[in-house]
């Protein structure tokens, strides 16, 4: 019995991290495809979310309002002091958020949560695949939450018309919440 729940806890870490990785600098095995604008709008076309007038988000729209410090951090890090931008400014090729927001995942937050292959002790560097090795647990769950939080910006964009100014106007009215709940407490605790 002990001999098979240690066998079992040996396929259970095998499965939470692999020790394959690329020969270039790539982080994973993720394909990022650039939006058509990129390539003077000849370039890939199934990446194009249809352009609509706005649909008002459904009231079960957990899929991006989970996201919020995820919403918070791309657009303080990445959009305005890399680029300078909002995420209105995306309004005319959303595409272009998308793109911007996978390439903040795969170059900034897989790096930051996960082992360099000199620390994994991988000698399998001539294996063409990589999966992302994380460090810790809490890593691969950080990892993991980006990627669905990308999921859920392109989905949401899907569903309202390629509008990005939601995502702006989410952000402000999730600071005017946070700060009339800290006046509230503040006013109570006096």
């Given at each position: 019995m002990l001999r098979t729940y240690g066998m079992a806890l040996r396929s259970v870490s095998r499965t939470l991290c692999t020790t394959r990785t690329a020969q270039s600098k790539t982080v994973s095995s993720?394909?990022?495809?650039?939006?058509?604008?990129?390539?003077?709008?000849?370039?890939?076309?199934?990446?194009?979310?249809?352009?609509?007038?706005?649909?008002?988000?459904?009231?079960?729209?957990?899929?991006?309002?989970?996201?919020?410090?995820?919403?918070?951090?791309?657009?303080?890090?990445?959009?305005?002091?890399?680029?300078?931008?909002?995420?209105?400014?995306?309004?005319?090729?959303?595409?272009?958020?998308?793109?911007?927001?996978?390439?903040?995942?795969?170059?900034?937050?897989?790096?930051?949560?996960?082992?360099?292959?000199?620390?994994?002790?991988?000698?399998?560097?001539a294996f063409p695949l990589r999966s992302i090795q994380c460090k810790t647990i809490s890593d691969k769950i950080v990892i993991e939450r980006y990627l669905d939080f990308a999921k859920g910006v392109k989905l949401t964009l899907m569903l309202n018309g390629g509008h990005t100014f939601i995502f702006d106007v989410l952000l402000q009215a999730k600071s005017v919440f946070d700060n009339m709940e800290r006046s509230k407490n503040e006013g109570q605790s006096s």
């Open positions: 993720r394909i990022i495809v650039p939006p058509a604008s990129h390539f003077n709008n000849q370039g890939p076309q199934f990446n194009r979310i249809p352009r609509d007038k706005y649909k008002q988000l459904p009231d079960d729209s957990d899929y991006i309002e989970k996201f919020y410090d995820e919403l918070q951090l791309f657009s303080q890090d990445f959009l305005e002091k890399q680029l300078h931008k909002k995420y209105t400014d995306f309004e005319e090729c959303p595409e272009e958020l998308v793109f911007q927001l996978d390439q903040f995942i795969e170059l900034q937050i897989i790096p930051r949560y996960s082992k360099p292959v000199k620390e994994t002790g991988d000698n399998h560097a």
